[in-house]
């Protein structure tokens, strides 16, 4: 995980949230991934993803949270994955891929006022293992690959990161490569 980022989760009632403090980026996915991928098995479909104090949010994580926005929808249960407090950059990088219609964007948290003082006592830190290259490679190219189905229009825009992740996984995958690595760069819409 990320030095200068800490990531904090919990639940209450029928919430999952999240609060990034530093950045949200293909480094720290792993560990944002396994939370969701836990508490969406236990059946919460409402995700609260504070970023009040996150500078930076990556493509990666965009596709994370796209992946469990169209998870919700595809069950037709009503939930959903509301961002709060984003900042300018972080809100201009959902809604430049088109994905302000899956995400919630709340700027100034007013959505979620009551229950952000409620559970801010009860949240915990949140502990990403390491992953292998074939590992990381593998939920990278997935996050791009759910951008891309949310909104075709980024397929042009990523076409060449897909080719990249696809080429270095099948690569990793013949070798045998489990070693913990940093695959690729994720061409975020950051700048």
Known sequence: M??????????????????????????TASGIQGYFSETFSRGLRNFTIDLKDCRLIDSTFIGILTGLAGSIASEGNSGEVKVIHPNERNEKSICKLGLDNLITIDRDGSSA??????????LHPLYGGEMSKVEKASLILDAHEKICEANEENRSVFKD?????????LKWSKDGDKSAGNP???KGFND
């Open 2 to 27: 990320n030095t200068d980022t800490s990531i904090f989760v919990g639940s209450l009632d029928d919430i999952a949230w999240v609060r990034i403090e530093g950045v949200a980026t293909k480094d």
């Open 113 to 122: 006022c009551e229950m952000e003082s409620l559970i801010s006592q009860s």
């Open 161 to 169: 990161v897909l080719k990249f992740l696809k080429q270095d996984l």
């Open 184 to 186: 690729g760069p994720d």
